[in-house]
């Protein structure tokens, strides 16, 4: 009996796996908002293994699990009047449970030809295909995530309800005046985590930024903005990739940048990185060190966290317009010409000429 002595109808989902890993969850968890609206997990033993036992020992199995979830429901909650199964193999349940809950009926929830699934063997999928034809005999409320799967239920002298999906817990940052920005290479102890962070933080969901290089917690692990920077939604950890990925990358983001901390180490150095993201026709943004201004026609220098926000906004949407200028000037870069300096004292040695 129900706590307060009726017995209430009740709406039970089978759910084919756990809540938070369901395919449907948003839709589950909206009609569990009906205080009579229950969910029940998955039994221990998978229905996928219940599916491939004989036939006479899944419906013993599925007797015995339906006997102690009706006792279950009727003693917490109430008495089953809707039955919800999500995919075929859960059927010989449902069965068991209305035929144990006189006047319950069943609902069949439809979002993929679970019978042809690819893991399926071809034993398996004749069963499912004869649990399906079963289930949706029988049920009372038949509703399909899409337009073919219902006409595929028309076909077979079927009703059912186009109900498609949501995702409304997808987030959706809004794309307006969003900035994506790059950053390639190194993530460790060279990187400024406070300015990543200050400006992550500053710009929000109007940056996106992708950090392609492998990060080394080994020597951060004890910075907190590098732990808050691992854990911000606006940055997007994507490893080590090889060089054709990573161009790849560069192509979608509108600008490149430098995130080194102001040190002697770095301060003089001259970030390959920049002539890397030029060659797409991106330019850079750093902070203000003095070795990048070598490459000042591909460079923007910020003193502190807000110019820096700023200066990548004023890029925002560069990857539909890549400076092509830019873009023949890296291309220039090459270490023929690089090298003219060395090539003229060999020559001026003897030891070689430039062919």
Sequence with gaps: MAPDGEHRPICVLLLPRELEHFILREQAEDLLRAPYVVAVDPPRLPYGAVGRMPRGAADALASGQARRLVRSLRRDLGEPRAIVIFHPLQYPLARAMIA?????????GRWDRYERAYDASPKLRARLEELHELAAGRSALTFVASAELERLEREAGRSAQLVTLSAGSFPAPDPRGTVVAV????????TDWALLRAVADALGDRLVL????????????????FATCRAHPALVWLGER??????????????????????????????YRILKYARLGRHTVAPELAGVRTWERAVTTA???QAFAAALLERAGARNAPDL????????????RQNAPLWARLEELGIARDA
């Design 303 to 305: 003193p502190d966290a």
């Design 242 to 271: 090889s060089d054709t990925e990573a161009a790849r990358l560069i192509l979608a983001a509108d600008v490149g940048i430098v995130p080194f901390r102001i040190e002697p180490f770095n301060d003089a150095g001259l970030p």
């Design 210 to 225: 992708l950090l392609v290089g492998a990060w080394h917690e080994d020597e951060c692990r004890d910075d907190p903005d």
């Design 183 to 190: 950053s390639l290479g190194h993530l460790g102890w060279r």
């Design 325 to 336: 200028e830019l873009r023949e000037w890296a291309l220039m870069q090459t270490a023929q």
């Design 100 to 108: 144990m809950c006189p006047g319950a009926e069943l609902w069949y």
